[in-house]
């Protein structure tokens, strides 16, 4: 075993060194840390691995060699942010992403079809994520004071709400989008994750713990987090898989 993962580091590095050595780019310009960058496989161009960026009021696209592909929001004047956007989330499918602005307007794009919906919520958008035609995302009262988590079906144009005095940082869908993981990770105070089931509406699991970061698994019926160097497997109906000592702290995974 000692020998496969020592062959395997091997393989791993000389990989990573030839992606830096050949394909690191640099792109300039004002980018929010708050912002997530996605790096997406083109399907019209085999391999070539492009970043999807949010700048100012729109959202580019740059192969890896700094050549700049589309710009997303611009193509029709009318359909660009106003404000700076401040969030951006792809659907695992990728077929389409989300985006949020400095004005709480979320906007809902298919990556062939253009901008699928805009949305004006009233209360301060925090995380967001999108499965299918299904937003999720952390509402905010002006005061800074948690409004719940809103599940929104834009297409349907139906909304629920999920009651949560939290204030979580971070919102996932399970891929299956049947259930829904809120979790805020351990930085100022005690850490917290929090799942739901979306068909009943019902917390199928919430756990305080030094939390570091979490997710479910593709194909839907586990999740995991990891808590100060060890890492937690339950599956979707509460109940614990199994735990490992990892030895490191993780930030993604």
Same mark, same amino acid.
């Given at each position: 075993i000692f020998l496969v993962w020592a062959c395997l580091g091997v393989i791993y590095s000389a990989t990573a060194q030839e992606i830096v050595a050949k394909r690191t780019v640099t792109i300039t310009g004002k980018i929010t840390s708050s912002v997530k960058k996605h790096f997406l496989v083109d399907e019209y161009q085999k391999g070539n691995f492009y970043a999807r960026i949010a700048l100012g009021n729109n959202i580019h696209d740059y192969l890896v060699n700094g050549e700049q592909i589309k710009t997303l929001s611009a193509d029709v004047? @009318?359909?660009?942010? @106003?404000?700076?956007?401040?969030?951006?989330?792809?659907?695992?499918?990728?077929?389409?992403?989300?985006?949020?602005d400095e004005s709480n307007v979320i906007k809902v794009w298919g990556n062939a079809s253009g901008l699928r919906a805009t949305i004006q919520e009233k209360l301060i958008v925090g995380d967001i994520a999108i499965n299918g035609s299904k937003l999720a995302y952390l509402a905010f009262n002006p005061s800074g004071s948690s409004a719940g988590i809103k599940v929104y079906d834009y297409l349907g144009k139906k909304s629920f709400s999920l009651k949560t005095n939290d204030l979580f940082m971070e919102v996932r869908f399970s891929p299956d989008g049947k259930y829904l993981m809120a979790y805020k990770p351990n930085i100022l105070d005690g850490g917290k994750i929090t799942v739901w089931d979306l068909t009943t509406r019902k917390i199928i699991f919430s756990e305080i713990t030094n939390i570091q970061t979490a997710d479910f698994t593709p194909n839907s019926k586990y999740f995991v987090y990891e808590a100060y160097k060890k890492i937690y497997k339950y599956g979707v109906d509460g109940k614990q898989v199994y735990s490992s000592e990892i030895g490191v702290e993780t930030r993604k995974h």
């Open positions: 004047e @009318s359909d660009k942010h @106003s404000k700076r956007i401040n969030n951006l989330e792809m659907d695992a499918d990728k077929k389409s992403f989300v985006s949020v």
